[in-house]
């Protein structure tokens, strides 16, 4: 009994310490993002590899998910003879949840788990060392880019994953089952609005990539450096980026959506 | 080659603010006085007091786990002593802010032991970093220095190459160029003969010889290759149990009779360093099971 409540008050405590680096760690990397800025290829870069190589996988992941949506909303609405309706459904679905949430959870498990191997693989190697002792700091050359790289990847990942789902749902509903083209369109742009819907999706969005990226580069900069370390801070980071999209999702849902 | 790092020297225009500029130069350029080093509980140095001249290259031996790279480490502010003092050009380390240690960083160069190539840049890159970071010089110039320094560790044709294709004796002469990039006044070396070729072992040992004395600059080589140390070194600390168990000139070292130095010149296996970890009697260990 008391060994558990011991276990759990170190586990607490270990929690709380994590919380203070991963914040502190957080303060460094605005402190540098200015350093990193001036040398823009390198957060260009990251852009690329964060971003542009992660497009196939958010293209099809969003097509297939509009394609899901246009068949089950269009066997759901059918029923109270609202088919027509599909459109605002497939809309709404995407750019308030399943956009920025399924894109996060994709954009987590494909470039942060590449962020947090790099950066691990980097300290394996004494890469992080060498740079540090040649006067160059690591957070501004190596961790500041691949931050940024993720955050500004993420929004327009996840606009483009529900652009791709509004088309899935179109190709089921419009071309295949044969819903009114007209009011698939006209329907989704009466009922979704700019501010309320939209622009709301697009701010989870950006959250969620700054959780994913921030996860991603602490894990690669705190592992252990080994084998088996950087193997596990690459687990953590999609554990816990899947966690923190899910969590976050929830709050501001609950603070954007109240009806 | 010494014309060549000469010009590599005149053309960097690099000029340390007055606060950094040489102390007197009869003064070792790096000295530890009385040093102690923790990790947690776990005590790494005990006393270490030993002095590194300016232009001689000093080797720091010892077994696995002496602490002889935690002394690399103190020289270059990457840990702090709990005890004692660490002076590189008679400025205190542990007494720097981030932006000092780091203008005293730009004059030391640190050879890693396997090379901590940037994995993602081609040699010359490599090479070319520590120059773009710190300097404003035009790319032409830039790629005439980087040639410069390939050309003196001997791997000019090799700059279009990644860090994958290399050897491991490759990829530690391209570290050493990416090391004097600078031409630093403190070159320190952290175990650079493990896991060479002979031919490669010797030409790492000739290069680190020769490049110390064409820069004019200092060298500390933390390494256990005793035969190889012993023929191109200045001067020997060996470091035992976290303090300075024996030093002395190579022909010193040669002729000692001091039992750990013995020991270690001529790798036996049993001596003042024990070849068994300690541990309880060993007949009760038989009879009583694991203990």
């Known amino acids: 009994m008391v060994g558990a409540i011991r276990r759990l008050g170190t586990l607490f405590v270990n929690g709380i310490w994590q919380l203070g680096f991963i914040t502190r760690f957080f303060w460094l990397i605005l402190v540098y993002s200015g350093q990193s800025f001036t040398r823009l290829h390198l957060t260009l870069r990251e852009l690329y590899f964060s971003g542009v190589m992660s497009l196939l996988i958010i293209l099809v992941s969003g097509l297939f998910v509009g394609l899901v949506l246009g068949l089950q909303g269009y066997e759901t609405l059918q029923r109270y003879g609202a088919s027509d309706s599909l459109g605002t459904l497939v809309a709404l679905s995407l750019v308030r949840e399943l956009g920025p949430v399924v894109a996060g959870l994709l954009f987590a498990s494909r470039a942060g788990s590449a962020v947090t191997a790099e950066i691990g693989l980097m300290k394996v190697t004494e890469q992080l060392k060498a740079m540090d002792m040649m006067a160059v700091s690591p957070i501004a050359r190596v961790v500041a880019p691949r931050f940024w790289g993720g955050v500004i990847s993420m929004p327009l990942l996840a606009a483009l994953f529900s652009a791709m789902g509004v088309f899935g749902g179109w190709l089921i509903g419009v071309v295949a089952i044969g819903v009114d083209d007209g009011a698939f369109w006209s329907q989704m742009q009466s009922a979704v609005d700019f501010r309320y819907d939209v622009l709301n999706g697009v701010i989870k969005s950006c959250v969620f990539g700054v959780a994913v990226a921030l996860i991603a580069v602490f894990e690669g900069y705190d592992c252990v450096p080994t084998a088996e370390g950087v193997s596990r801070a690459i687990t953590r980071t999609v554990v816990s980026s899947a966690l923190a999209i899910l969590a976050l999702d929830f709050v501001m849902t609950s603070f954007m959506f109240r009806g | ?291």
């Open chain 2, 1 to 291: 080659m010494a014309v060549l790092l000469h010009v590599t020297q005149a053309s960097l225009c690099y000029n340390p603010p007055p606060a950094l500029q040489h102390n007197s130069m009869s003064e070792p350029l790096v000295r530890l006085e009385n040093v102690r080093f923790a990790y947690g509980e776990r005590t790494i140095l005990r006393d270490i007091s030993l002095s590194i001249p300016r232009g001689q290259v000093v080797a720091i031996m010892g077994g696995s786990g002496s602490g002889k790279t935690t002394l690399l480490r103190l020289i270059g502010g990457q840990e702090r002593a709990v005890g004692g003092r660490v002076t590189v050009d008679g400025q205190d380390v542990a007494g720097l802010g981030r932006d000092a240690l780091y203008a005293l960083r730009r004059r030391m160069g640190m050879l890693f032991q396997f090379g901590a190539l940037f994995t993602d840049m081609t040699v010359f890159d490599n090479v070319a970093s520590p120059l773009r970071e710190h300097t404003d010089l035009p790319p032409e110039l830039i790629n005439d220095l980087v040639m410069m320094k390939l050309h003196a560790v001997g791997l000019r044709g090799a700059a279009r190459l990644m860090p994958g294709e290399l050897s491991g004796g490759m990829a530690r002469r391209v570290a050493l160029a990416r090391t004097i990039a600078l031409d630093p006044m403190l070159l320190m070396y952290d175990e650079p003969f493990t896991g060479l070729d002979p031919i490669s072992l010797g030409v790492i040992g000739q290069l680190i010889r020769r490049l110390n004395d064409a820069l004019g600059a200092s060298s500390v080589i933390v390494t256990h290759d005793i035969q190889e140390s012993l023929q191109i070194v200045d001067y020997i600390y060996f470091i035992s149990e976290g303090r300075v168990a024996a030093e002395g000139t190579p022909e010193a070292i040669r002729n000692s009779t001091d039992p750990f130095v013995h020991q270690f010149v001529h790798a036996e296996a049993d001596g003042p360093v024990p070849f068994h970890y300690p541990a309880g009697d060993y007949a009760t260990a038989l009879v009583g099971g694991a203990g």
